[in-house]
T-cell receptor
């Protein structure tokens, strides 16, 4: 398996623009998680899905953020409009319900810079 | 709720030194415990895990023992290498909860 695949690896955008981050989980994994990492706040869980259904979005910072999972092999995290304080590394991770105690598999992340 | 407290960093050691990174947790029941490692520019990778009291997880020369009496899961390595330079995260997963609870991470730098 190729692991969790995220795209793009780097994104630079201007304030006010829409940004879409993409994630392909490991085939067969039924949980998908979106995290944000910054120096100030560390790792923050934004939202997670089970079988494509959002379960907990309490970590989504505000209405400018939205996430979807239209099918088992694809998820997006969208920021509209983007702001400089959204600059961070965004990670996607997936796990399998029956193997949850094996932990998560993380993607390599998308480094977002909003100027 | 569940929480993980990690040793404050950054930690700088010379090559071949002994490493300990402290981790303690607060949780009800019997959580599983994990150490993740993040190398520069990469995502987090599972380093080792332990699922019950007195279990020892080990990988790549690193070890950690699940100590329920002290609610601890300290990471150790007998002789570190420059390639071990990374950020290390302690985490727990409790029964009935699908969300990993992470510590704040400890940045480790090994100098030749």
């Amino acid at each position: 398996d190729a692991g969790v695949i995220q795209s793009p690896r780097h994104e630079v955008t201007e304030m006010g623009q829409e940004v879409t981050l993409r994630c392909k989980p490991i085939s067969g994994h039924d949980y998908l998680f979106w995290y944000r990492q910054t120096m100030m706040r560390g790792l923050e869980l934004l939202i997670y899905f089970n079988n494509n259904v959002p379960i907990d979005d309490s970590g989504m910072p505000e209405d400018r953020f939205s996430a979807k999972m239209p099918n088992a092999s694809f998820s997006t995290l969208k920021i509209q409009p983007s702001e400089p304080r959204d600059s961070a590394v965004y990670f996607c991770a997936s796990s399998e319900a029956g193997q949850r105690f094996n932990g998560y598999t993380f993607g390599s992340g998308t480094r977002l810079t909003v100027v | 709720g569940d929480s993980v407290t990690q040793m404050e960093g950054p930690v700088t050691l010379s090559e071949e030194a002994f490493l300990t990174i402290n981790c303690t947790y607060t949780a009800t029941g019997y959580p599983s415990l994990f150490w993740y490692v993040q190398y520069p520019g990469e995502g987090l990778q599972l380093l080792l895990k332990a699922t019950k009291a007195d279990d020892k997880g080990s990988n790549k020369g690193f070890e950690a023992t699940y100590r329920k009496e002290t609610t601890s899961f300290h990471l150790e390595k007998g002789s570190v290498q420059v390639s071990d330079s990374a950020v290390y995260f302690c985490a727990l997963l409790n029964f009935g909860n699908e969300k990993l609870t992470f510590g704040t991470g400890t940045r480790l730098t090994i100098i030749p």
